[in-house]
């Protein structure tokens, strides 16, 4: 999982900040960039595009 999210930070799909938590210390949170959000809704309607056109072949 740690690999999948350095990969998305690097490419600034998401970005990372440090917290500090009473009970268990330091901890890392992610957030989701504008950009991160942009390309999620393009591959979003990429994956629907493709689930239509497998509809329509299970279909025949």
């Known amino acids: 999982m740690y690999p999948a999210l350095k990969r998305l930070e690097s490419k600034k799909l998401i970005k990372s900040y440090w917290k500090d938590n009473d009970l268990s210390g330091k901890r890392k949170y992610y957030s989701i960039t504008p950009l991160g959000k942009s390309v999620l809704k393009e591959k979003l309607a990429q994956w629907d595009n493709i689930t239509k056109l ?7």
């Not at 497998?54 to 025949?60: F, R, S």
Request: net charge negative; charged share 30%; glycine share 0%.
């Open 54 to 60: 497998i509809t329509i072949c299970m279909e025949d």
